[in-house]
């Protein structure tokens, strides 16, 4: 017998066919990965190659494009996209050229384009910049009104977003600014002091009445467990009656002399100083609201009282467990919510409405402020800058209605849906097909258990 394998021996062929199997593996091995022996059972195992890095701006790109910050922006890009169809749906010459719009649809496109873009037009000069004049000091006054509503806004923000960090929602803004406003005009239209200790104990009575206002809605929560959002809503019930019946009492906030429910004007000596003169309406609670910003930023960021807050937002009972007194911050975080919101309420009546108010002098400042903390994320810098935005929607919406025509209302709907746009960050992403957060490492994990499943 032959020592050469024949040509139909199985034993043969399976070793060649496996030496054919192991150079196209080593093959492609050298091209894509490394590979693995088992010297026991004589296996290959193939290992992938590394993915490749991702660059500096793929990686910039997506953290943007998963982040909270752009949802806000596309909000309220999506917000004004609507805006844009109910005025041009309510412009009387765009209903005119839609009746022949098959006809000549040019007319009905331009009419369109003519209605939009003279509202937005007139809202940015109303808001930002007038250029229809002469000079730059006159011009930029809309940015000057647009400042002069954003200032309660920023602070009545800034004490709802603080008090969201710690997990209470403080629905109670009306009635906190009722009070405040209440105690500081009190202060300033009845004593005579010298200028400047005045407008000091007209803010510090304004800032405590707001404080202790809210900090009874903490007390409860903290002491019997009560809701803070049923508490601060009937307190708002409370306060406007409260200080609409001092209104209608001669000697404790009616003017002397009238039947109106309104206070006497405030005292030059507790009035908050103009920052440009008296051609502008800005005034120093503007400086007041940039200070609080600062403020709330480093006790959030820097302070141990903070880092207590935050603990107790994101888990109370893990924060009970490591010793934090989870009761105390409850009370803490209202008393400085409330201190906030009630320098809101000095801001109108020391620097927006000093000739006397009446019961609507919060003029819904403290429910929009709860839209100012939510677009901005309850952070200091996003409630600035969130408060600006919806200032400029104040100031810009009353010159699209005196300009163009266009229903105040309108401005109210943009304001609710940015609301409800961030509301609902998943439809956001849908609409502009951006990928979820952690949607990368996801497929990552996915991927390793597919593969670990082969």
């Known amino acids: 017998m032959s020592d050469s394998h024949s040509p139909h021996d199985p034993t043969a062929a399976r070793a060649d066919r496996a030496a054919e199997v192991a150079a196209a593996t080593d093959a492609d091995v050298a091209l894509e990965g490394t590979v693995a022996v088992d010297t026991a059972a004589g296996a290959r195992v193939v290992t992938p190659p590394p993915a490749p890095e991702e660059s500096r701006w793929s990686r910039a790109l997506r953290e943007i494009a998963t982040g909270n910050a752009i949802i806000s922006v596309l909000a309220v890009i999506l917000a004004l996209l609507v805006g844009a169809i109910m005025i041009a749906a309510t412009d009387e010459n765009v209903q005119a050229t839609s009746a022949y719009f098959f006809a000549r649809p040019g007319d009905t496109l331009a009419a369109i384009w003519q209605s939009v873009s003279g509202a937005y037009a007139s809202f940015f000069q109303g808001a930002i910049y007038n250029f229809r004049r002469p000079e730059f000091a006159t011009g930029i006054k809309p940015l000057t009104e647009t400042l002069t509503f954003a200032t309660p806004l920023i602070a009545a923000g800034l ?50 009445a707001g404080a202790i206002w809210a900090g009874i809605a903490g007390v409860l929560k903290a002491r019997t467990g009560a809701h803070e959002v049923i508490v601060t809503i009937m307190l708002n019930y409370v306060a406007y009656y409260l200080v609409y019946y001092m209104l209608r009492t001669p000697g404790l906030l009616q003017a002397p002399g009238s039947s109106n429910p309104t206070t006497p004007p405030m005292k030059d000596t507790a009035v908050f100083p103009d920052l440009f003169g008296s051609g502008y309406n800005l005034h120093f609670g503007f400086i007041l609201s940039l200070l609080a910003v600062v403020l709330v930023w480093w006790i959030l960021e820097r302070s141990s009282l903070g880092f207590r807050f935050r603990a107790v937002g ?141």
Do not use: C
């Not at 009070?179 to 300033?188: L, S």
């Not at 906030?340 to 929009?368: E, H, K, N, P, Y």
């Not at 990928?435 to 996801?442: E, K, L, V």
């Open 159 to 208: 004490g709802v977003a603080l008090a969201f960090r710690v997990g209470m929602f403080n629905i109670g803004g009306r009635g906190q600014m009722l009070v405040a406003a209440a105690a500081a005009g009190w202060v300033a239209f009845s004593f005579d002091l010298p200028w400047g200790v005045h407008m000091v104990i007209a803010l510090v009575a304004g800032v405590a």
């Open 314 to 454: 994101l888990n109370p009972n893990a924060a009970r467990v490591a010793g934090i007194n989870v009761k105390s911050m409850y009370i803490y975080s209202m008393l400085i919510s409330g201190a906030l919101i009630g320098l809101a309420g000095v801001d109108q009546v020391l620097g927006t409405v000093t000739t006397g108010f009446s019961s609507g002098i919060d003029a819904g400042i403290g429910f929009d402020a709860i839209t100012v903390a939510l677009l901005g994320r309850s952070t200091p810098v996003g409630v600035l800058v969130a408060g600006i935005l919806f200032g400029a929607f104040k100031a810009g919406g009353f010159a699209m209605q005196a300009a163009n025509g266009v229903p105040i209302d309108i401005v109210l709907v943009v304001q609710s849906l940015i609301v409800l746009f961030i509301a609902a960050p998943p439809l956001v992403r849908a609409i502009f097909r951006l990928p979820a957060p952690g949607a990368r490492q996801s497929q990552a994990r996915a991927a390793k258990k597919k593969e670990a499943a082969r």
